[in-house]
């Protein structure tokens, strides 16, 4: 007969400062966020299922096989053409399409920024069921209040980032040097 030990009696070694999951996927939502090239607002998206695992992650750029150098990054261009804005795709977008799995459903997607009444139609679409969001620019806006407005309508769980942290620091160097 084997002994068995009580979960009290075993000493544990276990870390107790690891990231807990919000904090994990807001963060991998920023790191996306650091691909953006617009000059003005960077937004990162990452979506994960109910198994906590990360299906999709995209931030606002140019579509593939554009080349944004010779896009406009300006939302004041001299013609309608030259506004950024009917060029970019937004993170939520780029997540969503870039998806390494079948569906998105049932899944939460953690963003830097409130999505826009367009993503927010894409997002309902594609069946997810929950937003995390880090900033809202323009709460009383008509976008976002339209958005908003889509969102409840259909029961998404909109939520507002609460960090348990103040910062995640990534130095490649310490790693580094923790290796040799």
Same mark, same amino acid.
């Given at each position: 007969m084997v002994n068995e030990i009580e979960p009290n009696q075993l000493e544990s070694n276990k870390r107790t400062d690891y990231l807990d999951w919000d904090d994990y996927f807001m963060a991998m939502a920023h790191l996306a966020s650091?691909?953006?090239k617009d #000059?003005? *607002?960077q937004v990162g998206t990452c979506i994960v299922n109910t198994e906590k695992k990360i299906v999709g992650i995209g931030y606002n750029g140019m579509p593939t096989g554009c080349n944004d150098d010779l896009m #406009?990054? *300006?939302k004041n261009g001299d013609t309608p053409l030259d506004n950024k804005h009917l060029y970019v795709c937004h993170a939520e977008m780029n997540?969503?399409?870039n998806r390494n799995s079948a569906d998105v459903k049932n899944c939460s997607?953690?963003?830097t920024l409130f999505p826009c009444n367009e993503c927010a139609k894409l997002i309902i679409q594609s069946g997810i069921r929950e937003v995390i969001y880090c900033n809202i620019k323009s709460p009383d806006s008509t976008m976002n209040r339209a958005s908003k407005r889509m969102l409840d309508m259909v029961n998404i769980?909109?939520?507002e980032f609460c960090p348990k942290r103040d910062k995640i620091i990534?130095?490649?160097?310490e790693k580094?040097?923790?290796?040799v």
């Open positions: 650091l691909r953006s #000059p003005v *607002t #406009p990054w *300006t997540a969503i399409a997607l953690y963003t769980i909109q939520r990534i130095d490649f160097t580094k040097s923790t290796l």
